[in-house]
């Protein structure tokens, strides 16, 4: 049992740094592409802050960082897609969790096949399906902005396992 | 390859039930124990929809359904923990997945061991650890409220990998 205590400081409530690391890495995640259009252009980025949050309606939540490009697309739209990615796309994943800036385009930079959708976002044909969402709410969360969407469309494209972020072996900060 | 193709409905968009079933179960989740506790009272749950949100400052979501009882404790205290559970511990999930209306206390029903916090919430002694959380938002989300929870404190209480909605057999409704 490693218990590491928590440290009180400044005569208050401390955080222990290195515990709440260790407890958010016991998080479980699936790993997503995200992606939105607005106008000629498209965005698509690896997302692994997503969880559904309601049934009835269908709501999920995609915690989006301030930074992302695809951000800008989301809010002029109002609209994105989540496709959850099939066990085996670990090298997917890493590609399309790189900066547009780097790499321009990511459709045609790594040769992404689509599927049109009735509501507007691009979705990735080789993922096992998407969600594609209107924004409900937005909210301020830190380095990022948690978005609320209602599932509008549904499509499944393809069989198999979700890829994790375990199997992935990606380890997100904590 | 099964593609279920999107029906138009009514001359608009519809949302295939079926495809949006089959693609939301396709997200991954880990499961938890949500503690909160005001003056006596104390409740616990079993939550999968929870997800971080940011980094700097560290942020995290829960989904909690409207009708929970856990969740008044939770308004009126201002705070949770998120305890993630063990692979293994899937009766645990079960249990505390039962409304306290049919089971009473679960802390005395069930024999949970508690580790006291500094800011609040019970943890329960034999998860991975626990992450506390003070309540810095909350959003409607049809038929569950979306908790935005800042952590505040967090400590280390066992080892081990931790238990997944897919390890754990559940599979929710989607």
């Given at each position: 049992m490693g218990t590491t205590g928590t440290e009180v400081e400044q005569g208050g409530v401390g955080l222990d740094p290195a515990a709440k690391k260790t407890v958010l890495r016991h998080f479980s995640y699936g790993l997503y592409a995200v992606t939105a259009a607005h106008g000629e252009e498209r965005g698509v980025f690896t997302a692994n802050w997503v969880a559904q949050v309601s049934f009835d309606p269908p709501l999920v939540v995609v915690s989006v960082e301030?930074?992302?490009?695809?951000l800008g697309l989301i809010r002029a739209s109002g609209r994105f897609a989540v496709c959850p990615l099939r066990e085996g796309q670990k090298d997917l994943a890493g590609k399309l969790g790189r900066p547009r800036q780097r790499t321009g385009d990511k459709f045609g930079a790594f040769d992404l096949a689509t599927v049109p959708t009735l509501t507007g976002p691009p979705a990735l044909a080789d993922t096992l399906g998407f969600v594609a969402c209107t924004v409900v709410s937005e909210t301020p969360a830190g380095d990022s902005v948690v978005l609320l969407g209602e599932v509008v469309e549904a499509r499944v494209l393809g069989e198999g396992e979700p890829l994790t972020m375990r199997a992935a072996g990606f380890r997100h900060a904590g």
């Amino acid at each position: 049992m490693g218990t590491t205590g928590t440290e009180v400081e400044q005569g208050g409530v401390g955080l222990d740094p290195a515990a709440k690391k260790t407890v958010l890495r016991h998080f479980s995640y699936g790993l997503y592409a995200v992606t939105a259009a607005h106008g000629e252009e498209r965005g698509v980025f690896t997302a692994n802050w997503v969880a559904q949050v309601s049934f009835d309606p269908p709501l999920v939540v995609v915690s989006v960082e301030h930074d992302s490009s695809t951000l800008g697309l989301i809010r002029a739209s109002g609209r994105f897609a989540v496709c959850p990615l099939r066990e085996g796309q670990k090298d997917l994943a890493g590609k399309l969790g790189r900066p547009r800036q780097r790499t321009g385009d990511k459709f045609g930079a790594f040769d992404l096949a689509t599927v049109p959708t009735l509501t507007g976002p691009p979705a990735l044909a080789d993922t096992l399906g998407f969600v594609a969402c209107t924004v409900v709410s937005e909210t301020p969360a830190g380095d990022s902005v948690v978005l609320l969407g209602e599932v509008v469309e549904a499509r499944v494209l393809g069989e198999g396992e979700p890829l994790t972020m375990r199997a992935a072996g990606f380890r997100h900060a904590g």
